[in-house]
Structures are given as C-alpha cells and as structure tokens.
C-alpha cells in the first residue's frame, strides 16, 4: 500500500487517508477539474515547446 507523510507530525500514513490517524491533521482535497486542468496544461506546454 502506498503511504504519504503527514505536514503535521511527519509519519507515514495510507495514501487515500483523509485524516491523520495519529495527529488529525486534515488533507486538503483538490477537486478533481483542478487536476485535469493542470494536466491540460502540463501537455499543451511541452507541445509548445516541442514544437
């Protein structure tokens, strides 16, 4: 299982983990047109600069 390190108290925690289980520190999401935005972006740069 992948793991991620908590901001708040530096363990390792599941990747899909919301919550810190140990601190409660809570992971901020991103909705997912923010994510594929961005990929759009990261592709339409690199065909700009390959072409």
Do not use: H, N
């Amino acid at each position: 299982m992948e793991k991620k390190e908590c901001p708040g108290c530096a363990m390792e925690v599941d990747r899909d983990a919301e919550v810190c289980p140990i601190c409660g520190y809570e992971f901020p999401q991103q909705p997912t047109s923010i994510k594929i935005m961005a990929w759009i972006m990261v592709i339409l740069l690199l065909l700009w600069l390959v072409f």
